[in-house]
Every structure is written in C-alpha cells, then in structure tokens.
C-alpha cells in the first residue's frame, strides 16, 4: 500500500514516544531494587490492604454495572419513551464530566449532611468515607463501558427468533434464556472487564468520596501518590509495577472476549 513505510514508522514512533518510554523507565526504576525489596513493598500490610479495597470495589462495581447496564441498554434499544434520547445522552455523561468533578459532586451528595447521604445516614448506612462510597463512584464512572458494549448486540439480535420461539409455546424466561442470553453473555463479559479495568486505575471520582484512610479506604493510586509526594519513587514504582502487569493481563482478557464474540457471530451468520 501507498505510504505504508511512513504510515507504520510514524506509528512506531509515536508509540514508542507516548508508551513504551514511559513504561521503560518505570521498569527501570523498580528494577533497580532487590526482589526481596520489591516483595516487601508490595506485600507490606498497607499495600495489601489498598489492593483489597481496589479489586474488591472494582469488581463490586463492575457486577452492578453489569446487571443495571444490562437493564438501562435494554430498555433504551426494546422500548420506546419520552425521553429517550435525553437518557441515551445522559449514559454517556461520565465519559465528558472531568472525574474530579464527579467525586466532588458524589461526595457532597452522599456526606453525612448531603441529600442522599443525610437520609442513608440516619438509617445506619453511612456512604461517604467508605467503601461503599467508592463502589458507587465506580460504578458512576463504568456504566457507559457496559451500555455502549450492549447496545449494538441488542440492536442485531433477530426478533424473527424470538417470535419462533413463542409460537413453539416457549415462555417468556425460556425465551430470554435460551434465545436471547446466549448472545449477549460475550459482550456483556467484555464491558464486565472494561468496567474492571476501568475501576483499578481510577483516581479522580474516587479520592474525595473515599476518606483515604490506610488500611480501610485507601486506593492502589491513591497510595502511589502518596509514596511520590514522599520521595519513595522505588516504593511506587513497585506498586505500579503490579498493577501495570495486572492491565496487561486484563488487556488480554478483553481482547480474547472481543475475539470470542467475533467468532460467535461469524458462526451465527
């Protein structure tokens, strides 16, 4: 093909400029501890528990999204509403709202004096400065990573299967079991995992409603920022090592669900 020489070393460079350097230094930075080191940094109590906090919010967040994205692109794509485009466009909302602004927003709301949080409080459910203040964080922030995966299977599923299915007498669970699942599991993993991977890395939406405090409420990011402003670049670069190692097997994850559905619909057509 034309320009494919300047086309292909542009983007090496380019790459290699943006990613690949940056990643370099920070494997040389944690390379030049011991491994013993580098184990006591990452299994110190501190570290350990901030990765509890990250996956464990992470994943709880990404199970929510997975059921009420599934509802929200659902009914967006099967029903028709006033509305509608008005709740289409508000799915979409995170990806432009600068996530500092959420969290700040989220923590107002959800402090013991805001107006979700007053109520919530009184009952004995206290949000803010918890964890549970940073899975719906999260959740806030990977719904439209669900939605958006959704929304173009629903969009080419096959109604012609479904009314089959009734007519054979199938009710409307076996209908939604067998006939409309199935095609959906594939897409609905993969914003599960983009969700997740979404989830561990966020910073923004997440440090005002946390509280920060070690070994409760304190985040993986949030601690390797900490360890810079305290000039433990080793400590920090061992930290982020693990998690960039984690993103890369996440990556890997997604990839291999987005090759799955591929293969499924090739084999549907």
């Known amino acids: ?42 299994t110190s109590p501190r570290a350990l528990a901030a990765f509890r906090v990250t996956f464990g919010t992470a994943a709880a967040a ?6 009420f994205g599934f509802l929200v692109a659902w009914a967006l794509i099967r029903y028709r509403f ?22 700040l927003t989220l923590t107002e709301l959800y402090s013991p004096s805001g107006w979700l949080g007053a109520p919530l409080a009184f009952v004995g459910l206290p949000v803010a400065f918890t ?15 669900v939605v958006r995966t959704l929304q173009p299977v629903l969009e080419d599923l096959d109604r012609d299967m479904e009314e089959a299915a009734k007519t054979l007498g199938a009710s409307p669970f076996q209908i939604f079991r067998r006939v409309i699942l199935p095609p959906l599991v594939p897409p609905l993993l993969t914003g599960f995992a983009l969700a997740f ?43 982020a090592v693990v998690m960039l190692g984690l993103s890369f097997a996440l990556l890997l994850t997604i990839n291999s ?8 619909q090739g084999a549907a057509t």
């Open 1 to 42: 093909m034309p320009g494919l020489g300047l086309s292909l070393g542009y983007a090496v460079f380019y790459l290699g400029l943006l990613v690949l350097l940056p990643l370099s230094a920070l494997l040389v930075n944690a390379g030049k501890m011991s491994g013993l080191e580098f184990i006591q940094i990452v």
């Open 62 to 67: 990404a199970a929510l999204n997975g059921v």
């Open 82 to 103: 006033p509305g509608r485009r008005i709740v289409d466009g508000l799915v979409d909302l995170p990806f432009a709202l600068p996530t500092a602004v959420a969290g």
């Open 131 to 145: 964890r549970l203040g940073i899975v719906i964080a999260l959740v806030f922030i990977g719904l439209p990573f």
């Open 197 to 239: 991977a979404r989830g561990i890395g966020e910073y923004g939406s997440v440090v005002f409603i946390a509280g920060n405090m070690p070994l409760r409420t304190e985040i993986v990011p949030l601690l390797i920022m900490t360890k810079l402003e305290q000039y433990d670049v080793a400590g920090a670069s061992a930290l």
């Open 257 to 264: 669900f987005q090759a799955w559905t591929r293969r499924r």
